[in-house]
């Protein structure tokens, strides 16, 4: 890339930009929203990342508004990291929901968790909280990195997205542990999930019995 701006030298500035692959894969559907019983929805987005379809998710690290402290994120990140050494250990895979942005430099912005903090992660989701905006992570290098190793996305922030999104879902299931800002909860019935990554859109709903 190349800027043709010049400095105080008259020079101007030629940069090296690294270019990664958005690796997809085949198997995805159609998400057809009408389908589906809303009250079965856990999270339905037209604006995620991600292609295909998971069906064994029964778990859900939360970190629900109340819990959420601007200021403290450096500590919701080092929570989160320690739950995560847990699923690591239980050998589980979850679903991560939590408000701002994820992986986020600006501490201010959202959670600054990096990949090896979140690494049992298969879908994480961003949903909107007073005072963070509401711009998507899409296109950032860690989101790359997380797109690379086949992790959904979710974007339940934007105004302009539609979307859905069943706080009260999570809440009626077994809670089975917290913290000072994340809790943990397992559901009896495995999640659907289904993403188009060519119409950029997504559905997280519970498994028909």
Known sequence: A???????KYKTTFYLLQMKPLIGEKGS???QIEEMEKKNVLM?????????MIDDLEEVLFIPQENYEIHETLEIAAEIESFNKEMVKEKKNYILIGPGRWGTRDRLLGIPVNWPMISNAKIIA????????GQASMGSH???NVTAMRIGYFNLTDSRVEHIFNVDLIRNQELVSEGKYVKRYRFKT???VHMDGLAGEGLVCLKDK
């Open 2 to 8: 190349i800027d043709l701006n010049m400095d105080s």
């Open 29 to 31: 559907e159609r998400v």
């Open 44 to 52: 339905y987005s037209d604006h995620i990342m991600g292609n295909g």
């Open 126 to 133: 961003e949903y909107s909280y007073p005072g963070l905006g």
């Open 142 to 144: 860690f989101f790359h």
């Open 190 to 192: 495995p999640f659907s």
